[in-house]
């Protein structure tokens, strides 16, 4: 096989990272004039130096793979996360999804057991001051939600009775 231009091998190399390998093949087939194994080879070979190089960009952003995919997440990548963990582990597709998922779900739970209890504190704290507040004599706000009921029933015995009266006055001038 002929080695290929550095536009080819470029253009190849964006096909891989771009997830479309077939591409890829096609135009180092066509450009080289090999055979489609020997392609397919070289378009593998340009992929694992492509995930190395992204292994190399992951350790320079992140300070491991899990914070990595973390901060995907977090961005709302989640098909990016799952693609990067496959590409970096060479893991099957659905067992990097169940990773991701379960590596999400889990530090997601442990922020919230670590984060819920100053929480239920401060509702139950203000949920104390509000029945205080609601209960404290002389307050015109608890004395008018207490009554509000009352007065609701009067005017519906009121309408109620009003009616009744109209319904009688027209039985009997009919």
């Given amino acids: 096989m002929t080695e290929p231009s550095e536009d080819t091998k470029n253009k190849a190399a964006l096909f891989v990272s771009q997830n479309r390998k077939l591409e890829a093949v096609k135009l180092i087939y066509e450009a080289t004039k090999c055979g489609l194994k020997e392609a397919k080879d070289y378009v593998d070979n340009l992929e694992t130096v492509y995930v190395s190089s992204n292994i190399d960009e992951?350790?320079?952003?992140?300070?491991?793979?899990?914070?990595?995919?973390?901060?995907?997440m977090a961005q709302g990548k989640k098909l990016e996360a799952v693609k990067l963990y496959k590409d970096i582990t060479g893991a099957g597709l659905a067992e990097s999804k169940d990773y991701v998922e379960d590596l999400y779900e889990n530090r997601a739970a442990a922020d919230n057991t670590r984060t819920a209890e100053p929480l239920r504190s401060r509702e139950t704290e203000i949920d104390k001051i509000l029945t205080e507040q609601h209960f404290k004599p002389g307050n015109k706000n608890a004395q008018a939600n207490g009554s509000s009921g009352f007065s609701f029933l009067k005017l519906l015995i009121i309408i109620l009775t009003g009616i009744g009266f109209l319904l009688f006055v027209f039985t009997i001038f009919k």
């Fill in 58 to 72: 992951l350790n320079s952003d992140y300070k491991d793979l899990d914070s990595g995919l973390m901060s995907l």
